[in-house]
């Protein structure tokens, strides 16, 4: 199911550079999940956590529920937001970097580093 999902998000990333609109922002789903962003103050935080060997794990501290972990720190800003997506049942193919953040907002995190 992670490559069917993984391999329709491509091809609809590729379609967006051909100038192929999906009218993401007009789909149900992804107004309820703007809606409930907004009601938490715009943003959702993460609690991160990285452990001794390199793993590490992200935790919503405003909304229950979304978590994601991975063994590397490598892919973990698209492991976050494929999450946020999941969380709220946003295909594949309606999801793009854009509806979660502008491009001039900084991501911010907390993460707490065990010694």
């Not at 060997?53 to 937001?81: H, Q, V």
Request: glycine share 8%.
């Amino acid at each position: 199911m992670r490559l069917k999902n993984r391999t329709i998000y491509t091809a609809a990333q590729m379609l967006r550079r051909w100038g192929v609109s999906f009218h993401e922002t007009s789909d149900l789903r992804v107004q309820k999940m703007q809606r409930e962003i907004r009601a938490v103050g715009g943003t959702i935080e993460f609690a991160i956590e990285q452990f001794p060997d390199g793993s590490w794990t992200a935790e919503s501290k405003n909304i229950d529920g979304i978590i994601t972990g991975g063994l590397t720190t490598r892919d973990m800003a698209s492991l976050i937001k494929d999450a946020v997506f999941t969380y709220f049942g946003i295909p594949p193919h309606l999801c793009t970097d854009a509806l979660l953040r502008a491009g001039d907002e900084p991501i911010t995190s907390t993460q707490r580093v065990y010694v």
